[in-house]
């Protein structure tokens, strides 16, 4: 391959047909000479087998870029081969990388997502218990409402305020009303407004389902809200608890005062007490182990109860109530005065109640009639004996309705007022006696007045 096939012109053609054949010798130099050659110029030759194939500079820079680029290409797929190995090696372990670190952020999210799903149980779970304490202690407080409305002497109504001064005084004698002079026991009246049922109510409240507060994300206010109303409640029932037990204690004082002052034995009063027909085997009260500060106080109420009935029952053979209804009104009080027959000092073992005839005269404690008749100055006269030495008379009746033997009770009706016997106009003429001895009767009337204070 040469810019010119003039180099190649001094050799002849070779041909298949001519093996075997001698070649002439062509002329020499001299014969050379006289062939024209052709002018050069910038083709390329190629000369294979006696052919001979022209190509441009452009085509053959183009052959030639062509054989580098192969050889460049199988270097570099020699070389990829040589070192693949660690190429696949450093592939496997970036993928691998690129997985381990993937897994590892799934798993960071479960963890999270576990997290939360367990702090959302959690939360419902706490939530679950706190409605289960606040139902335990809703269920409590009604059973303590329902335990309050069944005292006889609570009033029922669980005040929400303090009431105003202007209301103080009707509350009160509505309320509990005072004890009639006549009346063995002060009787309690509930008044008609029932706000202890207000607790009962309150399930309402609640009535929405945990679930609704955990997705409104509020649940934890309105646990607050009913947890603080509880205690509201709570609180209200404990202090009508608390005044019912001082009310109580109060008057169990005042009754067991009254019998000191009046000088009489307690224990022989309660000897006195005629029995009832009552029995049943004997049971203990007892707490249970977990009693809480209501049952307690509860407990207290209930045993302080039971000894004002007894005192009651004992009190009811005490003489201190009035004989007769209406305003009290003495024309003679007890001890000296002057007769009013004879003018001289003489000594009065009664009381005179200012009367009309036929005005009803009532027995002031329970007792037995042992004297129905006349008797010289006293008239028509009843005599009553309470037992452990006490008995009351009524003198100056018009009428006598009773008769002896008979039991009666307080408050009965045992004669008219009138003026028989030595008498100068209608009266009563009273008498409180101690073992046959005559007590001035105010005395025990001054202690009803104090047992209806409370």
């Known amino acids: 391959m040469s810019k010119s096939s003039a180099q190649y012109s001094q050799y002849p053609q070779h041909h298949p047909h001519d093996h075997g054949r001698a070649f002439p010798r062509r002329p020499t130099t001299a014969a ?14 190629i000369v294979h087998h006696g052919k001979q194939v022209r190509l441009g500079p452009v085509v053959f820079w183009i052959v030639v870029g062509t054989v580098v680029l192969l050889g460049l290409w199988s270097a570099a797929t020699a070389t990829y081969f040589a070192f693949r190995d660690d190429v696949l090696t450093r592939l496997i372990a970036r993928q691998a990388e690129m997985q381990y670190a993937y897994e590892d952020r799934i798993a960071e999210l479960r963890a999270k997502v576990d997290r939360t799903t367990s702090r959302q149980l959690l939360d419902q779970e706490q939530f679950d218990q706190k409605l289960d304490q606040i139902m335990k202690r809703q269920t409590a407080l009604e059973s303590r409402a329902t335990a309050l409305g069944a005292m006889p002497d609570v009033t029922g109504s669980i005040p929400r305020s303090t009431p105003q001064r202007g209301e103080s005084g009707q509350s009160t004698t509505q309320g509990t009303p005072k004890p009639s002079p006549i009346s063995d026991t002060v009787i309690f009246v509930a008044p008609p407004d029932r706000e ?18 955990a997705k409104n994300q509020g649940f934890d206010n309105v646990l607050v809200r009913l947890t603080t109303s509880l205690d509201q409640v709570e609180r209200r029932q404990m202090a009508a608890l608390s005044a019912v037990e001082e009310g109580m204690d109060s008057r169990m004082r005042r009754m067991r005062g009254v019998v000191s002052d009046l000088g009489l034995n307690l224990a022989s009063l309660e000897a006195a007490v005629p029995r009832t027909a009552m029995g049943g085997p004997f049971v203990p009260v007892k707490l249970t182990a977990n009693a809480g500060p209501f049952e307690k106080q509860l407990n207290r109420i209930n045993v302080s109860r039971a000894e004002m009935d007894r005192l009651n029952r004992t009190l009811a053979l005490v003489p201190y109530r009035k004989p007769v209804i209406g305003e009290v009104e003495f024309t003679s009080g007890f001890g000296v005065r002057s007769d009013p027959f004879l003018g001289r000092p003489a000594m009065h073992t009664g009381l005179d109640f200012r009367a009309a005839t036929g005005d009803p005269v009532r027995v002031t404690a329970n007792g037995k009639v042992i004297s129905a008749g006349w008797s010289g100055g006293y008239g028509r006269m009843i ?28 408050g009965q009706v045992v004669g008219l007022v009138g003026s028989t016997g030595r008498s100068t106009g209608p009266h009563l003429h009273y008498e409180t006696r101690i073992d046959g001895e005559a007590i001035d009767p105010q005395k025990f009337l001054r202690a009803g007045v104090r047992l209806s204070a409370g």
């Open 383 to 410: 005599e009553v004996d309470h037992g452990n030495g006490l008995a009351t008379r009524y003198g100056h009746l018009s009428e006598i309705n009773v008769k002896v033997g008979e039991v009666v009770k307080i």
């Open 196 to 213: 202890a049922r207000l607790e009962s109510r309150a399930p309402a409240v609640m009535a929405p389902q945990a679930n609704q507060f």
């Open 32 to 45: 050379a000479a006289a062939i024209p050659l052709p002018a050069t110029d910038d083709a390329y030759t």
